[in-house]
């Protein structure tokens, strides 16, 4: 017997990537599912199929929203999607085998750039794919094997209702970083595994400019870094700090010539390391991207880890309590 599924997807208003999204949905190759779009006021429906259901929330956040969609949800796993982002046809057949296992609470995909998306859409995109610039590529692109993770973005996460309402859902605001509480919460709580699954693809669509990208990764960056003391367990590592030492690398360029001769070589052997592990980053976009978005890419990287470092210090150091804006 095939499992049903709930399609969930926050909206402040009912949009042209909405539109699209819903089109692949109901191009999906399982007919075993339904979709609610919560919107912050009610709107009515534009689609006849009546799977696909318009429920309005009031102004709350995306978490909320999700947390409304699975209570009134009948499927017997939730599938969470962003309203910039759409399924491949096959989204479901490779979910099914996966909850058959009593161990697995959660799994989920890459969010995969469209090819659709504009030039400076690719380069915002490309800025996630390498390790030293994104961290977890594997969140953006197909790559990889199965294995068990702690913390996946909700663009593209599946979770068994029965478990997550047990865990009390999202039951938050923050925004981003819902995702990361809610993995939290069902890793402890229910003691089961969240799996990455390279094939369980979703795409999802790019900041098109070059300042709503920066804002976008200093949210990142004040999240994590006010994530690192309130949810240390999966946010406080290592490499969520090393964007910081090249902020603050920058900020100390201006001391330079003040240092003794040993920190002036210390510092430069820095600088040359970081230069280094650019120049591996556009190899490894390389790999997916042409070269003048590759190129490009590099101003993206490098402003992304300066921003990002600050506003990680910034949630760390000095947010007591981190209240997210409302969309």
Same mark, same amino acid.
């Given at each position: 017997?095939?499992?049903? /599924? ?14 699209? =999204? !819903? $089109? ?8 075993? &599912? ?12 534009? &689609?006849? #199929? ?12 995306? @978490? ?46 890459? @969010?995969? =750039? ?14 996630? +794919?390498?390790?030293?610039?994104? $961290? =977890? ?6 790559? $990889? ?29 923050? &925004? ?8 939290? #919460? ?16 979703? &795409? ?12 976008? !990764? $200093? ?5 994590? @870094? ?34 003794? =001769?040993? +920190? ?9 390391? /970081?230069?280094?592990? +650019?120049?591996? !980053? /556009? ?16 101003? /993206? ?20 309590? +981190? ?5």
């Amino acid at each position: 017997m095939k499992l049903e /599924y709930s399609i969930i997807i926050p909206v402040k208003s009912i949009n042209d990537y909405v539109r699209e =999204t !819903v $089109g692949h949905i109901l191009n999906l190759n399982s007919p075993n &599912w339904e979709l609610f779009i919560i919107p912050n006021h009610e709107e009515k429906s534009e &689609w006849s #199929d009546t799977r696909v259901k318009v429920i309005s929330s009031g102004r709350v956040g995306p @978490g909320r929203k999700r947390d409304l969609g699975a209570t009134i949800a009948n499927g017997q796993v939730l599938v969470f999607l962003d309203d910039d982002s759409y399924p491949a046809s096959n989204l479901l057949d490779v979910a099914e085998k996966y909850f058959v296992n009593d161990d697995v609470v959660a799994i989920g995909g890459p @969010g995969i =750039t469209p090819p659709s998306d504009g030039f400076w859409q690719r380069v915002s995109g490309a800025a996630f +794919l390498s390790k030293f610039s994104g $961290g =977890t590529p594997e969140r953006y692109l197909s790559i $990889g094997i199965e294995k068990e993770v702690d913390d996946w973005p909700s663009v593209n996460l599946m979770v068994k209702k029965e478990d997550f309402l047990k865990v009390g859902g999202f039951n938050t605001d923050f &925004w981003p970083g819902e995702d990361t509480k809610l993995c939290l #919460d069902l890793i402890t709580k229910t003691s089961k595994k969240i799996i990455y699954v390279p094939n369980l693809i979703v &795409w999802h669509h790019r900041r098109a400019g070059f300042l709503a990208h920066l804002k976008q !990764v $200093g949210a990142y960056g004040l999240h994590r @870094g006010y994530f690192a003391k309130k949810y240390p367990k999966t946010s406080l590592r290592l490499k969520y700090f090393a964007p910081s030492v090249i902020f603050l690398m920058l900020i100390n360029s201006v001391l330079y010539s003040f240092l003794p =001769t040993l +920190l002036q070589t210390i510092f430069v052997s820095l600088w040359i390391l /970081y230069g280094f592990s +650019l120049l591996v !980053v /556009y190899f490894q976009i390389r790999r997916y991207e042409t070269i003048s978005v590759s190129l490009v890419c590099m101003i /993206y990287v490098f402003c992304s880890h300066v921003n990002y470092g600050f506003n990680f210090l910034k949630g760390l150091l000095l947010t007591k309590n +981190l209240a997210s804006r409302l969309r």
